[in-house]
């Protein structure tokens, strides 16, 4: 069965530090990965997916995530943090490239920013 | 979300009460899911239409919830007899990187 780890319910970074967010996943077969974005009363956003090709995917709001597959991880990353990017970030995976299989997500990171 | 719109926003409803929750996929999406996130957790699916196919129910948590899709577009998702545990954002979402519409807010008292 398909599973979705984030190991951590808050990461706190301060102001122009790099930040991560981890994410690690199990499927049987290929992995197909993704992550999102909640801001607070918002709807979920996108910001980047991992298909297949190069292990650095590059997404939305300077956000990039770094496909491992030896370590089954894809953890979430960003050079240098904004007050704003603080959020509810979810990774999720599905075993389907073509898109019609439903996304198992994970429980959750919430990301405060400090200035 | 782009192309996915819901209605209404929020619903404040009666335990035992029964409920409709609206999902039109503006872009015309042939698939479509619902998806269910409770205060502080995660996304949990609940159902996937693809075009004519029988629906995947296999997330539908419980015989009170129940889902249709006509014309291959607008879903409703019902629940019948609302139970305080029903209380949630339900979300609907188009398929690929599957946008998400904003949500409905289900309060029930």
């Known amino acids: 069965a398909q599973s979705v780890a984030q190991p951590e319910d808050q990461v706190n970074v301060a102001e122009g530090n790099p930040l991560t967010v981890k994410c690690t996943y199990s499927v049987s077969g290929n992995p197909y990965l993704f992550w999102y974005v909640q801001y607070p009363n918002r709807g979920l956003q996108f910001l980047l997916k991992?298909?297949?090709?190069?292990?650095l995917v590059k997404g939305s709001y300077g956000f990039e995530a770094e496909f491992n597959k030896s370590q089954t991880s894809f953890h979430l990353k960003k050079p240098s943090a904004l007050v704003s990017d603080s959020a509810l970030y979810f990774c999720?995976?599905?075993?389907?490239?073509?898109?019609?299989?439903?996304?198992?997500f994970g429980a959750g990171t919430r990301l405060a920013v400090h200035p | 979300g782009a192309g996915v719109s819901q209605s209404p926003s929020n619903k404040v409803t009666e335990k035992g009460k029964d409920v409709e929750l609206r999902c039109d996929p503006i872009s015309g999406h042939t698939a479509l899911y619902w998806y269910r996130q409770s205060l502080g957790q995660g996304l949990e699916f609940l159902i996937y239409f693809q075009g004519n196919s029988a629906p995947d129910k296999s997330g539908l948590p419980s015989d009170r919830f129940s889902a249709e899709r006509t014309g291959g577009s607008v879903s409703t998702l019902t629940i019948q007899r609302t139970q305080q545990e029903d209380s949630a954002v339900y979300l609907c979402a188009t398929p690929n990187e599957q946008f998400f519409g904003p949500g409905t807010r289900l309060t029930v008292l």
């Open positions: 999720a995976v599905r075993d389907d490239p073509g898109g019609y299989n439903k996304l198992i």
């Open positions: 991992y298909i297949t090709g190069d292990n």
